[in-house]
């Protein structure tokens, strides 16, 4: 079993709608959980942490559900710019500084 | 802002050449890593370093050597390419141990005939 798993899409939405990723997490000490934005042919760049109570950003929103070991991120209002491959993220225990990262889910904005 | 800044953007060698790929950061950071990104597999952990002179391996350090000689440059050396090793590679930086976000490179396109 992958430490993180999500499904890879595509994801083809159109402009507005609201679109919601998944990914779980094998390693229940998992500590901190991101997700994580990579444009095409792009490096990866940090869109937001996940916390247990929740946490907002503008139009986008992460949970977190540790007893199911499950992350999720919500896009409201989806822009043509928020096409790209959107990356689970969790650390390890013991090495903090360690990232797993998740295969990535295509999201794929259009008019 | 961060800056992390790779060598190359493109490489092409052949099998058997020794390949040196060359990070740097200007932003003073302990950690460094390189990760091999392939699709379908995600990006991998090749190698880690917390700080000048040390290493430690990651999920996936066979045919690949590092070195950290100055906090700011952190090397991946392929010793001998291989085919299987065409990939896209990926350095990061992170401010210290125990924090998280990781900045990274533009990456280097590896092609290895």
């Known amino acids: 079993r992958k430490e993180v798993e999500q499904d890879p899409g595509p994801f083809n939405v159109p402009e507005g709608a609201t679109v919601a990723f998944n990914c779980t997490y094998s390693?229940?000490?998992?500590?901190?959980f991101f997700w994580y934005r990579q444009d095409c042919r792009k490096e990866p760049k940090l869109l937001m942490s996940?916390?247990?109570s929740g946490n907002e950003d503008g139009r986008f929103t992460a949970q977190l559900n540790r007893a199911s070991q499950y992350i999720s991120l919500l896009i409201r209002d989806s822009k043509l710019s928020d096409s790209a491959t959107y990356l689970c993220?969790?650390?390890?225990?013991?090495?903090?500084?360690?990232?797993?990262f998740g295969t990535g889910t295509r999201l794929q904005v259009t008019l | 802002d961060v800056k992390v800044t790779q060598s190359s953007r493109y490489l092409v060698k052949r099998t058997g050449e020794k390949v040196f790929l060359e990070c740097v950061q200007d932003?003073?950071?302990?950690?460094m890593f390189w990760y091999r990104q392939d699709p379908g597999l995600g990006l991998r952990l090749i190698y880690f370093?917390?700080?000048?002179?040390?290493?430690e391996k990651g999920d996936i350090p066979e045919g690949y050597s590092v070195s950290r000689e100055k906090k700011e440059r952190f090397s991946l050396i392929l010793e001998s390419a291989s085919t299987n090793q065409t990939s896209m590679y990926l350095c990061?930086?992170?401010?210290?141990?125990?924090?998280?976000?990781?900045?990274f490179g533009p990456g280097t396109r590896l092609t290895v005939l």
């Open positions: 990061a930086s992170s401010v210290h141990r125990g924090y998280n976000e990781q900045f």
């Open positions: 390693n229940s000490a998992s500590q901190s």
């Open positions: 996940v916390y247990s």
């Open positions: 993220v969790v650390t390890g225990t013991g090495t903090a500084s360690k990232l797993t």
């Open positions: 932003m003073d950071h302990e950690n």
């Open positions: 370093s917390y700080d000048v002179k040390m290493k």
